[in-house]
Every structure is written in structure tokens, then in C-alpha cells.
């Protein structure tokens, strides 16, 4: 999950990143992800400031190949707003 400046398109590294992640459990099971407004590049965490972003969440298909770009699949988020107090 990348997350990017709504206005200027900056990536803002990652909100979430998994090596595997598994289905549901049961069928009227549902994950949720909260978005803190922090980053992680590496070791290094980011804040990121107030503002619109996005958030484009990627998913490889089961036994795809990583540099294939067939074998992802992408959705984007609609845009939000960060406005602390």
C-alpha cells in the first residue's frame, strides 16, 4: 500500500507491506487497515504532513511473476485529507 500527494503525485513510501497474506477466514470476514499518516522506507518512518493523498494498493497474483506487470493487480483509492489539529 503506497501512498502518494494527491496534488503533486509524490510518493510517500509505504503505508503497509506484506511478503503473503492470506484469504479470509470466512466469508463475512473483512481486514481493515488504518492509515496513521505514517510512512516506512526501509527502517526509516515518515510523517506525512497535512494534505491530500491517495493510496494505491497492490496485489500479485497467485504464482505470478513480480516483473510481470500482468500479473499484479492495482486499485486506487479516492482521494483524502489529512488535516491535524
Not at 69 to 79: D, G, K, Y
Request: no cysteine.
Amino acid at each position: 500500500m503506497e501512498v502518494f500527494d494527491a496534488d503533486k503525485g509524490k510518493a510517500w513510501h509505504r503505508a503497509y507491506d506484506f511478503d503473503y497474506f492470506g484469504r479470509n477466514s470466512t466469508e463475512n470476514n473483512i481486514y481493515s487497515f488504518p492509515f496513521d499518516g505514517t510512512t516506512f522506507s526501509g527502517n526509516k518512518v515518515r510523517t506525512v504532513p497535512d494534505g491530500d493523498y491517495y493510496v494505491v494498493i497492490s496485489v500479485l497474483k497467485p504464482l505470478g511473476d513480480d516483473d510481470n506487470p500482468a500479473h499484479w493487480e492495482t486499485w486506487t483509492s479516492p482521494v483524502f485529507s489529512i488535516a491535524r489539529p
